[in-house]
């Protein structure tokens, strides 16, 4: 029996793994399906984490949402009894959705840590309204320019901001090195010659 500081019979957060690419399926299902099937005493809520990230391709600016956790969502729910036998109900719910692999820890799945959960979902409230590159970039890295009035033009990255997705780009303009502010969808990295 998985030992916690809560009660088995208390909502816990659990691991359940998905085929690939079907996570937010498997979410939506869920979501929709828990009121449908009565499962409300037992799931109460499902998590996908995700983050905005965001991509130049052929100077156009595209944004999409990335998985943090590809292949997983977490489901907190009330899965033990009071004797600790997995309660027949929700747990066929959840192994049924189509899409599912099975719960981590097999036959008795336990749940997540409470700092474990915690770490998720305040890497979840960090990424909320936040655009990510797709692209990390490093201080002293070369990299051209894909919008503004520095269109075309190669640069090196004297400073990152992550917080504002601002770059500090050095540029040289007439044989001089100016310093420019970018945002990081501005820039891709230079081609290698």
């Given at each position: 029996m998985?030992?916690?500081?809560?009660?088995?019979?208390e909502l816990q957060w659990?691991a359940v793994?998905?085929?690939?690419?079907?996570?937010?399926?498997?979410?939506?299902?869920?979501d929709?399906?828990i009121q449908?099937e009565?499962?409300g005493?037992f799931?109460e809520?499902v998590?996908m984490?995700t983050?905005t990230v965001?991509e130049?391709?052929?100077?156009?600016?595209?944004?999409?949402?990335?998985k943090l956790?590809p292949g997983?969502?977490f489901?907190?729910m009330r899965l033990?009894d009071?004797?600790?036998?997995v309660?027949?109900?929700?747990?066929?719910?959840?192994r049924g959705?189509q899409g599912?692999?099975?719960?981590i820890?097999?036959?008795?799945p336990?749940?997540?840590?409470?700092d474990?959960?915690?770490?998720?979902q305040?890497?979840?409230?960090?990424?909320?309204?936040?655009?990510r590159p797709?692209?990390?970039y490093?201080v002293g890295?070369e990299?051209?320019?894909?919008?503004g009035?520095?269109l075309?033009l190669?640069?090196?990255i004297?400073?990152i901001?992550p917080?504002?997705g601002?770059?500090?780009?050095?540029?040289?303009?007439?044989?001089?090195f100016t310093?420019?502010?970018?945002?990081?969808?501005?820039?891709?990295?230079?081609?290698?010659s």
């Amino acid at each position: 029996m998985p030992s916690s500081t809560l009660a088995l019979t208390e909502l816990q957060w659990y691991a359940v793994q998905t085929l690939s690419n079907q996570e937010a399926k498997v979410k939506r299902y869920l979501d929709k399906f828990i009121q449908i099937e009565e499962m409300g005493e037992f799931i109460e809520e499902v998590l996908m984490p995700t983050e905005t990230v965001t991509e130049v391709r052929n100077g156009k600016k595209y944004t999409k949402e990335r998985k943090l956790y590809p292949g997983y969502v977490f489901i907190q729910m009330r899965l033990y009894d009071d004797n600790g036998k997995v309660l027949q109900k929700p747990w066929y719910f959840v192994r049924g959705v189509q899409g599912i692999i099975g719960f981590i820890g097999g036959d008795n799945p336990s749940p997540l840590k409470p700092d474990e959960i915690k770490r998720i979902q305040d890497t979840v409230s960090a990424a909320e309204g936040v655009e990510r590159p797709k692209v990390e970039y490093e201080v002293g890295e070369e990299v051209k320019i894909t919008d503004g009035p520095f269109l075309n033009l190669n640069g090196r990255i004297d400073g990152i901001d992550p917080e504002r997705g601002k770059l500090k780009v050095s540029v040289s303009i007439f044989g001089r090195f100016t310093p420019v502010e970018l945002e990081y969808w501005q820039v891709e990295r230079a081609e290698e010659s």
